[in-house]
């Protein structure tokens, strides 16, 4: 007879212990308490996110339980440490979600018992403590999921319910002028096309909605009052299901998503160069019958919560040959080939100026993952900036909006098509989202021009547009 021991306990794993199914990708930090609250069946954890404190040069992971909400500080490599429990407005939730912005984080929930509230946590005594500074349910009971604009200063609420019988809306925008004190501005009503926002993804007030079974929604919401709906990807595309959300890559030309269903439905990838007629390009997953759930595209790679399969990265620097590059199972319960469903790696983050990536899995805990050199550290390092310049084709004042993880100088030139130099001067970058107005292209002609971005040591080239 075979004795099963029942271990009950609160440990962490550090990547000296075993190595899980992994390929260049290693474990650096695991936290995982089995004693915690469960809900539905064998959830312990949701979703997470990171925070980089700029000012004390120290990194965070954000994760939910279902009862709470957890700070931990992973600026250490080795080491996870637990800074803070916060209690969820709701005790009982199994979505939760947040957004960072400034040094605030923002939690929302969906599928609570009781109903929950939007919540604000002010993140800048870290790692000393975490400060509540708003709780309060007349914008949020319940909302799926949050993203944050930062460049608009706004917050989305998808599949929002607000309180005090104020009704509810397919999706719901918030003004965070004063980041303490959130204002409703604007909605996309449930009466819309989409009348359920899953996921959003927002760029430049525009919004790229996952709608569920009703396909993917583009929405420009620069009038957040009036939203304008400027593209679709109906119902009837390759491997259609459940839209659940999407990603738009650093040049503004490709879309990424995914449709959540148990058996397993391929990522997509669809050109939107044309906003209004997107045209599929790929589609892959990372085993057949294998279920993605997020997917976030950051320089040529992908990074996707894959659920039993864990975590998955792709190359897409080719996006009509995907490439896988590296994976990590932090879900070994099932056989190989084998699915049950909604199990495994929920949420994905990898935006840390360091490049570690943390993942979040229902059962098994959080974990702190490091890209090896065989992942292309060469090319995963350029990341260090990104770029993406808006609008392209240029019909007004163009903006060149560049993410960098530090401050440095670098040059910018665009050339004509002869290759004559018609702008070159040295910008200076800080670390975070710069802007640059390039208020000079106004007098060009019609045509197409080059523009190029040179640091230290990194060089970008892209085409811009004049029409």
Known sequence: MKKILLVVSLFICIAAQAQKQSLNISLLAHWNDSTLNRCDADQIWNDLTGWNDTIKKREYLIAGSCDSIYFFDITVDSVIKKCAVKEGHSRNSINRDYETYSH??????????????L??????????????????????VNTHTIFIEAKSKRAYLCSNIRGHMSGSSAMGILSLANPEHPVFIGELPVSSPCNLVHEVFVQNDTAYCSCGYNGLFIYDFKNAG?????????????????NHSSWIDSTGKYLLFSDELPFGMPIKIYNIHDIQNPVSVKTFNSNIGATPHNADWKGRFAWTSSYEDGVYCYDLIDPSNPVVAGYYDTYMKNAPGSYFGFHGCWGVYCFLPSGKILASDISEGLFV???????GINTFSQDKIHYSIYPNPLTENTIIKITSTQNEDALLSIF?????????????????????DLNELNAFKNGMYFVQIKTISQVWNTKLMKQ
């Open 416 to 436: 004509d098509v002869v290759g004559n130099v018609l702008i070159h001067k040295t910008i200076q970058l800080a670390n975070g989202e710069n802007e640059i």
């Open 104 to 117: 605030y984080v923002y939690c929302v929930s969906d599928r609570s018992s009781p109903v929950g509230s």
């Open 226 to 242: 009036n939203p304008i709906e400027i593209g679709s990807i109906s119902p009837g595309y390759p491997y259609g299901g459940y």
């Open 369 to 375: 993952l490091k890209p090896s050199a065989n992942l």
């Open 119 to 140: 919540q604000i946590f002010d993140l800048q005594y870290l790692p000393d403590s975490v400060h509540l500074v708003y709780d309060n349910d007349s914008l949020s």
